[in-house]
């Protein structure tokens, strides 16, 4: 990253789409400079994304690089955007779409991404043996050609020297697959196999990261402070090096596009460590991007850019422009109450740092699989913001010191290196959770869990966990209860046993079954391994727990780890009464001497069963939503703090409130009434 410092990004920023088809005419014909920006500061935004080169690969300014747009009736539609927006302060980034670019593709069929099905990637049907017509999607670019990468740095260099831009915004990054001959050639070169999906990913980022490294190098060079941002949909949990050539982050994460509502604050809570100023996304579409005509509720917005303030980001929401050039003015009512909201707590989110007791290692970063995030990783995430308990996402690189707890979810292996932070962690103090395989090697445990052998996974499917309410949680049964997922056979030594697996009578076979889904638990048969442990301040669990509450959200897996956790932190620093569906999160303002506490209520409901994915075709998903949100009430938190705080107060309102301070030092705040989010200030602490 250069030396020359980046202007902090703003806190209510649009992303405006602008990817129009050669058939439309007029366009950009209704665009009235006043009336977009009047429209703009109404709904309180303060910057905008706006289009330099669109995925059908026309530009939308007069350049000597690419093509303009043939049927653009203004000869410099971004010009006319940016000197508008200027002129109300309202910053104004620019957008190159990169490997989506249907016009090199068409002129350059050569430098076009070849899938490893021996088809053009992204334009293949599902069944090509029933192929009824050519499919309407993006034709994907390679980035391992040279003279495509010229020739997107020749455009970035062209945006920033003609226009006044704080910064460019780098669309669609991805990582395809690729089997052209010339990455074939390179992966050949560096040892890689093409036929290995492991190799052909490792060639994709290799090549991603020069073609950034080949950019980011030339525009920080020549424009001193340029913010540079490269997007995939997906924030890759690889350490600050892999961010080494960005300015900061954008976090695209559209809860109804397919992302969910518990994908961003998984992201953020890696984001936030890292350092870096970064931006949440969501959209005011009703799916997702290409939407005309859809539009998301109010306080489906105001929900989700007040989460997205609470774990230290900055706000953005997607809108896509008509053709014709006319801004939408009912987009803008939606969004204007949620930025207005936002621009008068914009006080207490500056410099706010995150306070979070517990960290999740990531296990993507021990299993990259792309642009996506790992289900265990996932998993946790989700339960630990339904137990409200604050978090932060680390990967492999970051230091546990600043935590009280760990989280190894399922599959994290242990090295040697990696056993000596851990062992050193837990002798100053610090507590761990592992599951399933994390922590198992050849040679039996890389930790010392007070467990004797392990042999292997168990052989009933499914078995069943028999659990001791009174010293686990005494939210699970006493009886046993079914584990849809593979546990480990655990010999117990010193460890204290909390939970122990059973078996079924048997498994299921067209031979011997029983009932619809498996077969019972065998009543009389004795324990077949250790299910829960507790050893020394680490806890283990002989399942990949948090991959079986992502895909079954079971419950009774969520309070194995509240009792866990319990035993091992049992005074959190933030317990709360919200349900499960609310969210927390609490931050250190240390400049303004205060603690902000964010309270969150909104609960999204599946309401799309079959909505059709953006980018595969045939396939579905389902669609989360907010339509309306109740209040609820009262809501209590309490707090440990530092110190007995001078006051409490609502940070929109300036309103004091109801607290007190408990027996055991602790901070008690009541909310009577908490619709959708509240910010609480505690001054001086």
């Known amino acids: 990253m250069p030396a020359t410092p980046f202007k902090p990004l703003r806190y209510r920023q649009i992303h405006l789409d602008f990817h129009t088809s050669e058939h ?26 706006v289009f330099a080169k669109c ?13 303009p747009h043939p049927q653009m009736t203004r000869p ?136 950034r490294r080949y950019i980011s190098d030339a525009l920080f060079a020549e424009y001193p402070g340029l913010r540079v941002f490269y997007n995939c949909g997906h924030i890759h949990k690889q350490g600050q090096k892999r961010f080494a050539t960005y300015s900061h982050l954008e976090l695209e994460s559209l809860p109804t596009g397919g992302w969910g509502y518990d994908h961003f604050p998984s992201s953020a809570r890696y984001a936030a460590p890292l350092g870096f100023d970064f931006l949440g996304q969501t959209g005011k579409f009703h799916t997702s991007w290409g939407e005309f005509g859809g539009f998301k509720s109010q306080q489906a917005l105001i929900y989700e850019t007040a989460q997205m303030v609470a774990l230290g980001a900055k706000c953005l929401v997607g809108d896509q422009l008509h053709p014709n050039g006319a ?107 592992l599951s399933g395989t ?45 584990m849809y997922g593979t546990g480990e056979t655990i010999v117990s030594g010193a460890a204290t046993v909390l939970a122990s697996i059973v078996p079924s009578y048997f498994n299921r076979t067209y031979r011997h079954y029983c009932s619809h889904q498996h077969t019972p638990d065998d009543p009389t048969a004795g324990t077949i391994g250790a299910g829960v442990t507790e050893y020394r301040g680490i806890g283990y669990i002989a399942f990949p727990i948090f991959e079986m509450y992502h895909a079954y959200g079971q419950p009774l897996y969520k309070y194995i780890v509240r009792g866990l956790i319990r035993r091992l932190m049992p005074d959190p620093v933030l317990e709360t009464d919200l349900p499960s569906s609310g969210r927390v999160a609490l931050a250190h303002q240390a400049a303004e001497n205060r603690h902000v506490l964010h309270l969150l209520y909104g609960s999204p409901q599946v309401r799309g069963k079959a909505v059709p994915t953006a980018f ?13 949100i109740p209040a609820i009430g009262p809501v209590t938190a309490s707090l440990r703090l530092p110190a007995k705080p001078g006051r409490i107060y ?36």
């Open 616 to 628: 595969e075709r045939g396939q579905k998903r389902v669609l989360e939503m907010i339509e309306d």
């Open 327 to 433: 801004i939408n003015h009912d987009t803008y009512k939606s969004i204007a109450p949620a930025y207005e909201r936002i621009a008068k707590l914009e006080p207490y989110l500056a410099g706010a740092k995150q306070v979070s007791e517990i960290a999740i290692l990531a296990a993507e970063y021990y299993h990259p699989v792309g642009a996506r995030n790992n289900q265990s990783d996932d998993g946790a995430a989700q339960m630990l913001q339904e137990l409200k308990l604050p978090f932060d996402v680390l990967d492999g690189t970051a230091s546990f010191d600043p935590y009280r707890l760990v989280i190894l979810p399922d599959s994290i292996p242990i090295d040697a290196e990696l056993a000596a932070r851990l062992d050193s962690f837990v002798a100053k103090g610090g507590k761990l959770i």
């Open 24 to 49: 439309i005419p007029g366009v950009g014909s209704a665009f009235d400079p006043d009336d977009f920006v009047a429209t703009l500061k109404a709904a309180n935004v303060d910057s905008i994304t």
């Open 650 to 685: 609502d940070a929109m309102t300036g309103a004091d409130v109801d607290w007190r301070m408990l027996d055991d030092g602790r901070v008690q705040v009541t909310l009577p009434r908490l619709h959708i989010h509240s910010a609480l200030v505690l001054e001086g602490v």
């Open 55 to 67: 995925h059908h690969g026309w530009s939308y300014y007069p350049t000597k690089v690419g093509k």
């Open 438 to 482: 994390s922590g198992l090697n050849d040679d039996g445990f890389a930790l010392d869990l007070g467990l004797e052998a392990a042999k292997g996974p168990v052989a009933f499917n499914p078995s069943y966990l028999r659990a001791d309410p009174d010293a686990l949680d005494a939210g699970l049964p006493a009886s046993p209860f079914v």
């Open 76 to 211: 410099d539609l971004m010009g006319d955007m940016i000197k508008a927006c200027a002129a109300a302060d309202i910053e104004v980034p620019v957008y190159i779409s990169v490997q989506w670019d249907e016009l090199t593709a068409r002129e350059h069929p050569e430098w076009r991404v070849m899938a490893a099905d021996n088809h053009f990637q992204h334009d293949k049907p599902d069944d090509i043996s029933s192929l009824k017509q050519l499919s309407p999607a993006w034709h994907t670019i390679c980035l391992n050609h040279q003279g495509f990468r010229d020739y997107i740095l020749a455009q970035a260099r062209e945006v920033a020297s003609n226009y006044k831009t704080p910064g460019l915004f780098f669309d669609i990054v991805l990582t395809p697959g690729c089997v052209c001959s010339a990455c074939i050639g390179r992966m050949i070169a560096e040892g890689l196999d093409p036929e290995n999906a492991d190799d052909r990913l490792k060639n994709d980022e290799a090549v991603n990261e020069e073609f």
